[in-house]
């Protein structure tokens, strides 16, 4: 794993391997995988990346969004979690640091199978937390751009909003379409999702659609959403029944992307 640079908000940008998505009749087959991984902590309270890498491995994910990561804390053995997946899945890896926690940084981080060509971790309004959205253009096969972006949103609906409000500022002038992934802690027809439905496609799970927590799933809070609509086709998406790894169903949607 080659560290290219390291930005502000504990950004890390890394080069790592080469895309696998498929070209198919013109558009671009494109796998996203979006994961809380609770710190890599199981439902077991069985600390343990490596199943989490193997889950990421047998998906076959090009894009990751994952939250609740640590990076060199106290309670998850002072591991820098993400070079840690991305050494192990061979994925290009980004953090995106929220706040300093025990010794080290909370957040979320991307892993990515497509090249890394620009990485923003975009400060957010805080919360009883401070939050960000993290940010990668990355390079799609067919040579065009894609904005990736990783949440997770907290803590209250009315921070959440605020949240959503400034994201979606801070994206407007963005030129490229974009697919956005993570934990929005708020539930179809809760206002954060009502108003991203306003200018975002929401990628909809059908009845299996309820994502933590993972040994029961009852409330639908994690979620994948793209724009513009007609860049995009869903080709297959489903939750993974995964009851242990940790507490949150990873989601997985197969995208065929248009030339833009």
């Known amino acids: 794993m080659k560290t290219v640079h390291v930005l502000a908000f504990g950004l890390l940008l890394c080069s790592c391997g080469s895309t696998n998505a498929i070209k198919t009749d013109g558009d671009t087959r494109l796998r996203v995988l979006a994961y809380n991984i609770?710190?890599?902590?199981?439902?077991?309270?069985?600390l343990d990346l490596n199943r989490i890498a193997r889950l990421i491995n047998d998906l076959e994910p090009d894009l990751v969004a994952i939250q609740e990561?640590?990076?060199?804390?106290?309670?998850?053995?002072?591991?820098?979690?993400?070079?840690?997946?991305?050494?192990?899945?061979?994925?290009?890896?980004?953090?995106?640091?929220?706040?300093?926690?025990?010794?080290?940084a909370y957040g979320m981080a991307l892993l990515s199978r497509l090249p890394l060509i620009e990485v923003d971790n975009m400060k957010l309004p805080d919360g009883e937390e401070p939050r960000t959205a993290l940010r990668a253009a990355v390079r799609m096969s067919n040579g065009d751009t894609l904005d990736f972006v990783g949440i997770h949103f907290y803590r209250t609906e009315a921070e959440r909003l605020s949240q959503a409000e400034?994201?979606?500022?801070?994206?407007?002038?963005?030129?490229?379409?974009?697919?956005?992934?993570?934990?929005?802690?708020?539930?179809?027809?809760?206002?954060?999702?009502?108003?991203?439905?306003?200018?975002?496609?929401t990628v909809q799970k059908g009845d299996d659609r309820f994502t933590f927590p993972s040994t029961g799933p009852e409330r639908e809070i994690d979620f994948v959403l793209y724009r513009p609509s007609e860049v995009f086709d869903i080709a297959h998406q489903f939750v993974v029944d995964e009851p242990v790894a940790s507490d949150h169903s990873p989601i997985v949607v197969d995208f065929l992307v248009r030339r833009q």
């Not at 993400?82 to 926690?101: D, K, N, Q």
């Not at 030129?175 to 027809?189: E, V, W």
């Open 38 to 46: 609770h710190h890599g902590e199981g439902t077991d309270e069985v």
């Open 69 to 104: 990561v640590d990076s060199v804390v106290d309670r998850t053995n002072n591991v820098d979690q993400i070079a840690v997946l991305a050494e192990l899945t061979g994925l290009a890896p980004a953090f995106g640091r929220f706040m300093s926690y025990q010794g080290g």
């Open 166 to 201: 400034q994201l979606n500022d801070h994206l407007e002038s963005r030129p490229y379409a974009a697919i956005l992934a993570g934990d929005f802690n708020s539930t179809p027809g809760s206002a954060v999702m009502d108003y991203f439905n306003s200018s975002w496609t």
